[in-house]
């Protein structure tokens, strides 16, 4: 079955979505802002929920079309195939947003959707009646400009959640972020990558999984995997692919290191979690004290700042500290993540490069240094 799908994902990401499905064999890719649409077959949305790094989660979209009365949006929606998905006792809660059109009002259009779906089901399922007590499936609707796209969460839980960091420290940054970090910073599997501020790992964790093609997924289940969907065959096809498209000798190595012995501390017991410990070598250390072991490194970074953790002058006397102490060479490339406009001046120059990414609701710079 050829299915129409759509990754929603950070803005300033898209691209890097677009690519990696791609290169898993997604036909008709094309993005839009903080989403991206694709087709395939169950194998495609299988491996999309499995390797997909930057994406919060896959969607199969039913249906696109135009509705500025609730009557255009009952019978859009009630035509839509249903059956063909959820059963007569799956679960099938409505959520959705809208924007900039006629429908505005959230509960209404929910209301509406959720009316349409159970009516749609009683017709194909002769009952009256539907108990909501089997497997989720998760219908999702946005209405942009009148257009409404009405879809099924295939993930559950968002692919930002790998599974790995149960716990974090203060102001974690979100995987999929860190992941697209090491992507625009071009991290290879013979690199070391660096990070003087690790937190709770996550920007090692998602290098390390990069660097040696550990799909983000591996370790962890989907709500379709519950539909009967998706075969058996295709899931273990699928996961033993994962295995076998593991890099098994490189020269990866991930330096981490943090002023707090806490965060050192739950750094290594994520890396644990994530099977990526060996990489790993941290210190406790104040960054005034960093000094890489290797002639070539790949610094990533998202240090603390003043809406995240601490005062802007705190924050700006980290970045004048970063800018003495990572220093312009052959072999070296830093990369630093920061809402503050004023990051390059304090930091003492101009990045080479610079790129606009959300780091949850927070407008970011991602400054990369590499001449």
């Known amino acids: 079955m050829n ?185 290879r599997h013979y690199h070391t990558l660096y990070d003087p501020c690790c937190g709770s790992g996550t920007i090692l964790i998602e290098g390390a999984m990069l660097a040696n093609n550990i799909a983000p997924g591996i370790n962890r289940n989907f709500d379709v995997d519950r539909w009967g969907f998706i075969g058996e065959s295709i899931w273990m096809s699928e996961r033993e692919r994962c295995h076998d498209l593991i890099k098994t000798d490189t020269d990866f190595c991930a330096m981490g290191s943090d002023v707090d012995q806490n965060a050192i501390d739950l750094t290594m017991m994520n890396a644990k979690r994530a099977k990526v410990d060996k990489f790993f070598r941290l210190e406790t250390k104040d960054i005034k004290s960093f000094s890489p072991s290797t002639e070539k490194g790949t610094l990533i970074t998202n240090p603390p700042y003043g809406e995240r953790m601490l005062d802007i002058k705190e924050a700006e006397k980290i970045y004048r500290t970063m800018g003495e102490k990572f220093v312009s060479k052959y072999g070296w490339s830093y990369g630093i993540i920061s809402p503050d406009e004023e990051f390059e001046k304090c930091f003492g120059r101009k990045a080479d490069k610079r790129r606009k990414l959300y780091n949850g609701n927070i407008k970011c710079q991602y400054y990369m240094f590499f001449k």
């Not at 998905?85 to 209301?111: A, E, M, W, Y």
């Open 3 to 187: 299915l129409l799908m759509t990754a929603p994902c950070l803005l300033g990401v898209e691209g890097l979505v677009s690519d990696e499905l791609k290169m898993m064999g997604a036909q008709n890719v094309r993005a839009e802002n903080a989403r991206v649409f694709f087709e395939g077959d169950e194998t495609i949305l299988a491996r999309a929920n499995i390797w997909s790094r930057f994406s919060e989660r896959i969607l199969i979209v039913l249906d696109r079309f135009n509705a500025v009365t609730f009557e255009e949006l009952f019978q859009g929606v009630k035509c839509l195939p249903w059956s063909e998905f959820i059963g007569s006792r799956d679960t099938f809660p409505v959520k959705g947003f809208s924007i900039n059109s006629v429908l505005h009002s959230v509960p209404d259009c929910q209301k509406i959707i959720k009316k349409a779906v159970v009516e749609s089901l009683k017709e194909d399922y002769g009952i009256t009646w539907f108990e909501e007590t089997g497997p989720v499936h998760q219908i999702q609707f946005s209405i942009m400009n009148d257009e409404v796209c009405v879809m099924l969460d295939t993930s559950g839980a968002s692919l930002h959640k790998r599974g790995y960091r149960p716990a974090s420290n203060d102001a974690p940054i979100r995987e999929t972020l860190a992941a697209a970090m090491c992507s625009l910073s071009k991290l």
